[in-house]
């Protein structure tokens, strides 16, 4: 039974991840991206990793997606799209980027010794986790926090519509 959940759950999470990129419209992309995480979360459900469950949902499906809806939102949808030889590189980069990484996934990079996985529970492993990044990395996690308000606040000061200032007198 956990086999066909992890399937059902596993093409949920790479048809909405690959109908991102593929979306026209913004909000149908952020709102595959959020179907996409919460399928998941349904997988760490499924590992019983449920401390990167509700990670994933809170942190990824809860403010991210919300952090891009926002910025979708306030930029100017209208705007003209970019040049075709702009989205053509980005295009090509992509791909590359792709080509590369799969090339080394399948040939593999590394030889040599690969670490043993571990056996220990997975209640031990979230426990661990979240000591580890609530005391050895709560600088860079709160470093994460404030770049992510930066980027909000950025974007609330650069959609914000200049309006030309009158003095009291003129009309």
């Known amino acids: ?9 596993a093409v949920l999470t790479i048809l909405t991840a690959l109908c991102v990129p593929l979306s026209r419209k913004p909000v149908n992309a952020a709102m595959n ?3 996409s995480f919460v399928g998941l979360a349904a997988l760490f459900v499924l590992l019983e990793t449920y401390f990167l469950a509700v990670l ?7 403010a ?13 949808a209208n705007q003209s ?7 053509f590189l980005a295009s090509f980069a992509a791909l590359a980027l792709l080509a590369v990484g799969g090339y080394y ?25 979240g000591v580890e990044l609530f005391t050895k990395y709560l ?33």
């Open 64 to 76: 991210i997606v919300v952090l891009f809806l926002f910025i979708i939102m306030l930029m100017d």
């Open 105 to 129: 996934l399948v040939f593999g990079c590394g030889s040599g010794p690969y670490p043993e996985i571990s056996a220990a529970a997975p209640a031990a492993l979230s426990r661990t986790f």
């Open 1 to 9: 039974m956990k086999e066909i959940f992890f399937l059902i759950f």
């Open 33 to 35: 991206m959020l179907v």
């Open 56 to 62: 994933q949902v809170m942190v990824y499906a809860g």
């Open 81 to 87: 799209p970019p040049p075709k030889l702009v989205r």
């Open 139 to 171: 600088l860079p996690f709160q470093m994460t926090g404030f770049m992510l308000l930066i980027a909000m606040v950025g974007v609330i000061v650069v959609s914000r519509k200049h309006e030309p200032e009158t003095t009291g007198g003129e009309k």
